[in-house]
Every structure is written in structure tokens, then in C-alpha cells.
């Protein structure tokens, strides 16, 4: 719950600059409908605590279809339900979960790194996530670096032309302004990434 609790906190924080983002090449409500789904989020699962890590990524997942308007709803729905599931499932770790949950958003959104999406964000991420786990780094260092790659990536959307999405449609216009979903993306990141730190030195 903590991630989570991160990540509304990290939504409502940055709102004003990621619907700036979404109102030069979207629809100006990218910060707005992200923070009032996380806020939704929070709200439902503290009256109705879920039973497990894995049991509160998918209600999570299903909150967020609901609740974010836009086509971030079903996207980050689609991967906090993947990473649920995947966490669900006999001996599956986070870096699993955490590729489980990009595919998801992959798929839906027919997105490949490039098209400037938060799958730019995203993949990276993930990457970076998988590589410092397979080194034996702990949980904290970890995600610093997936944090680390998301940041990079988002910043990486902004000389980029858009081949998905609204921003799609405004072509050549499109390049010079970064993705509003990569850096939401990074900001669900650094969320993970100061949680884990949190939970690190209050053992």
C-alpha cells in the first residue's frame, strides 16, 4: 500500500505539470485525471483493505479502469492487474510482475519504444529493474535505478514525433514536448523507489 499511497502523492504533487504536458500535444487533463484516480484508488482500498500484496495491484488495476478518465485508465488498469496477477502466481518475483505489467500496457496500447508514450518511460524501467536484480542488488537499489531509467526515457520522448495516441494527430507539432504518460510513468517510478527506501530503513 505504500507504492500506492506514493504514487497519489506523487500524482497530486505534480497534477498542474502533467496537464501543462498533456496541453501542449492532448487533451489538458493528463494531471487532473491522474490524480483523481489515485486519490479514488486510496480512498477505496483503505476502507476496504485487500488481503495481499498481489490482491491490492489488481484492485488497484481495477480501480484505475474506472476512475482515470482518458486512455490512461485502461492502460496503467491493464498493467497494475498484469503485476497483480503475475504476483499471484508460485514463485513470481517483482521484476516478473513489472515486465507482466509493461507488456499488458504494450499490448492495449499497441506501443513500441519510440512511438513517445509511457511505454518510452516504461520499458526502460523495467530494464534497468531486471538487470540490477539479477546483479543481487536488494529492492531500494533496484528501483532507484528503474527510477533512474523512467526519468531518463521521459525526458528522451521530448525531441520524439508522436505515432500513438492524441498526440499522434498533431504530427511534426508534436516533437519538442515531452509525453505527459512517460512522466507519469517515471513519477509511478520514483513513487516505487522512495517506498522501497522507506520501508528500508524503518527495519
Known amino acids: 500500500m505504500s507504492w500506492v499511497r506514493a504514487v497519489a502523492a506523487a500524482m497530486t504533487e505534480h497534477e498542474e505539470r502533467l496537464t501543462q504536458l498533456d496541453s501542449a500535444i492532448g487533451d489538458a487533463d493528463h494531471g487532473t485525471n491522474m490524480r483523481r ?5 486510496v480512498t477505496a482500498l483503505d476502507d476496504r483493505p485487500p ?3 498481489a490482491d491490492l495491484l489488481t484492485a488497484t488495476g481495477h480501480l484505475l479502469v474506472s476512475g482515470v478518465g482518458g486512455a490512461a485508465g485502461p492502460l496503467y488498469g491493464s498493467a497494475f492487474r498484469a503485476l497483480g496477477r503475475t504476483l499471484a502466481t508460485p514463485d513470481a518475483d517483482l521484476a516478473t510482475a513489472l515486465a507482466a505489467a509493461l507488456d499488458a500496457a504494450r499490448e492495449l496500447g499497441a506501443a513500441a519504444p519510440g512511438d513517445k508514450t509511457m511505454i518510452d518511460a516504461f520499458a526502460p524501467a523495467v530494464d534497468a529493474f531486471a538487470r540490477r536484480t539479477a546483479a543481487g542488488d536488494a529492492l531500494p537499489a533496484a528501483a532507484d535505478a528503474a527510477a533512474e531509467a523512467a526519468e531518463r526515457g521521459a525526458r528522451e520522448t521530448i525531441p520524439l514525433q508522436a ?3 492524441r498526440a499522434a494527430y498533431l504530427g511534426p507539432r508534436s516533437v519538442g514536448h515531452q509525453d505527459p504518460g512517460a512522466a507519469s ?4 517510478f520514483r513513487a516505487l523507489a522512495d517506498a522501497a527506501a ?3 530503513t524503518t527495519r
Do not use: D, Q
Open 163 to 165: 505515432r500513438r495516441g
Open 51 to 53: 488481503g495481499s500484496a
Open 185 to 188: 510513468t517515471a513519477l509511478l
Open 37 to 41: 484516480g489515485f486519490a479514488t484508488v
Open 198 to 200: 522507506r520501508s528500508e
